[in-house]
């Protein structure tokens, strides 16, 4: 019950909040999974099961309303905006985690928003290696986010949860100061 009045606030607040230079922010309805592995052929086999393609660490991929952003060789985030939560296969269920409660998706549109955010990590997203594979884990000076895009004007976040008010707050106030 806590948990759906916290989710409710947030969304609230989110929901449709417009930043000044034409961005807005939306938050997502998403359940989002952390699987670890013990091997990189492992998770590799994983992600070609549900994607039926091969993600490398650092690599995204997104089909049928799923998402896998692959972050390191050992461990992967698998959000789906579906209302059903993904059917993992039997010899997978166990490696993986539920933090839909702990993480929020947060949709940020608005010209040129990724060079913006890219002002303000500790990778620099903008770089060929990371700008090709269109998703990275870093910190955002004090948050630490994981970033993925489609285009240079859409990109989405994923944040603790926790922290969603302020950091759309400190969001808010790193415009007004461009």
């Not at 952003?69 to 490696?95: A, G, W």
Request: charged share 20%.
């Amino acid at each position: 019950m806590a948990d759906h009045l916290v989710r409710e606030t947030v969304m609230d607040f989110i929901e449709c909040e417009k930043v000044d230079y034409g961005i807005s922010i939306a938050e997502c309805p998403v359940f989002v999974f952390e699987g670890q592995f013990n091997s990189k052929n492992e998770l590799d086999h994983m992600c070609h099961s549900i994607m039926h393609l091969d993600i490398e660490p650092g690599q995204m991929a997104a089909s049928n309303g799923i998402q896998l952003l692959r972050y390191s060789p050992f461990s992967v985030y698998v959000i789906s905006e579906q209302q059903q939560p993904v059917n993992f296969s039997t010899e997978h269920r166990n490696n993986f985690f539920d933090i839909s409660h702990g993480k929020c998706m947060l949709t940020i549109q608005g010209e040129l928003i990724l060079e913006i955010i890219g002002d303000y990590c500790s990778t620099d997203i903008i770089c060929n290696r990371i700008s090709q594979n269109q998703m990275v884990k870093t910190r955002f000076i004090d948050y630490e986010l994981v970033i993925w895009w489609h285009s240079n004007d859409k990109v989405n976040l994923l944040v603790d949860r926790s922290y969603v008010q302020s950091f759309v707050e400190f969001f808010r106030s790193l415009l007004l100061r461009r």
